[in-house]
């Protein structure tokens, strides 16, 4: 058992490392299991952007519920790595919990790099229930980077509900948001009515 | 391997530049990041640089100078020869992915950028494959 928490610091500092170590770290943390859970999440709220940003990668890969526990709450985390990674992470549970609620939750007061990764995260799920709190979202968003993500998941979740909300982009001054509302518009034209 | 390499990241959106800061300082531990928000005088502050970079990521819709026209100016210089330049663009026109090919970008990566791949994509394109993720 010493030399697993031996290995185990080791695979931690592996965390910090570049590319095919930190990779090859990541995917031995996963194989260990539920038993690296419960110290995983320890270390994930400390406030090495990495090293968090890797374990919140693992613990989504993990699937145990305690992990699910841990990322909804470095969801709320200042550090948009972590709260984007574990949002990205949490996506992993949606066959086993309903997801959509926590992420909807924290939407309007997370940073806008958060809501960036929640709003594409959204698009896999193709739940109409996060048709309307987007629409919210997209007028009171300042990023144009932030619109075309919002439009582009409402034109893919498919609601006809959604377009007059787009349409009053059709006249945005950042060019990428007016081409994605004639994208998400042509989408929900032919979008099956819900 | 990234690690230690040098970039340079021409963009005008601030959550995308928030977001390149963070993903090449805290991810791939770059060595060194520049970021301009604007491309005036593009070559001659490249120039200033520490390090000339060894990647050069240009938002398209850059302004004075836009990115097609950054590329020109990159490809005629020899002391960029070994650069690769990647066009990173939030644009919805496949269009877009064919014309960036023709001019000659090294690759293209899609805005928003994804916290979870981009380190991936970024390694991919240093070991010599083309990516044209948009």
């Known amino acids: 058992m010493t030399s697993q928490w031996d290995e185990f610091g080791q695979l931690l500092d592996a965390l910090n490392a570049d590319g095919t170590e930190r990779f090859k770290a990541q995917r031995r943390l996963i194989e260990m299991g539920e038993i690296v859970v419960e110290p995983l999440l320890d270390v994930m709220l400390s406030n090495n952007y990495r090293k968090t940003w890797a374990i919140a990668q693992v613990l989504g890969e993990i699937g145990d519920r305690r992990c699910l526990q841990g990322l909804v709450l470095a969801l709320r985390s200042e550090n948009p790595l972590l709260s984007s990674t574990a949002a990205k992470s949490l996506s992993k549970f949606q066959n086993q919990v309903d997801i959509l609620p926590y992420l909807l939750e924290v939407f309007p007061s997370v940073d806008v790099i958060t809501q960036q990764t929640i709003t594409l995260t959204l698009q896999q799920f193709r739940d109409s229930r996060a048709v309307k709190p987007l629409m919210e979202q997209l007028r009171q968003a300042k990023s144009p980077v932030l619109r075309c993500a919002i439009i582009q998941t409402l034109g893919i979740l498919g609601d006809s509900i959604a377009a007059p909300t787009i349409r009053t982009f059709a006249n945005d001054p950042d060019h990428h948001v007016r081409e994605w509302v004639i994208e998400a518009l042509d989408q929900l034209q032919s979008s099956p009515t819900p | ?134």
């Open chain 2, 1 to 134: 391997m990234s690690h230690g390499a040098h970039f340079l990241y021409v963009e005008d959106d601030s959550l995308s530049r928030e977001v390149m800061q963070i993903l090449l300082n805290e991810v791939i531990d770059a060595g060194s990041v520049t970021i301009l928000p604007t491309s005036d005088n593009f070559i001659e502050r490249v120039r200033q640089l520490e390090h000339l970079p060894d990647f050069i990521l240009l938002d398209i819709y850059v302004e004075p100078v836009n990115g097609y026209d950054l590329l020109t100016q990159i490809r005629a210089d020899s002391d960029f020869a070994h650069t690769k330049v990647i066009a990173v663009t939030a644009s919805v026109m496949s269009t877009e992915v064919a014309l960036l090919k023709a001019k000659g970008f090294d690759g293209a990566i899609a805005k928003p950028l994804d916290f979870a791949t981009f380190p991936s994509l970024i390694h991919r394109i240093e070991a010599g494959e083309v990516i044209w993720q948009v």
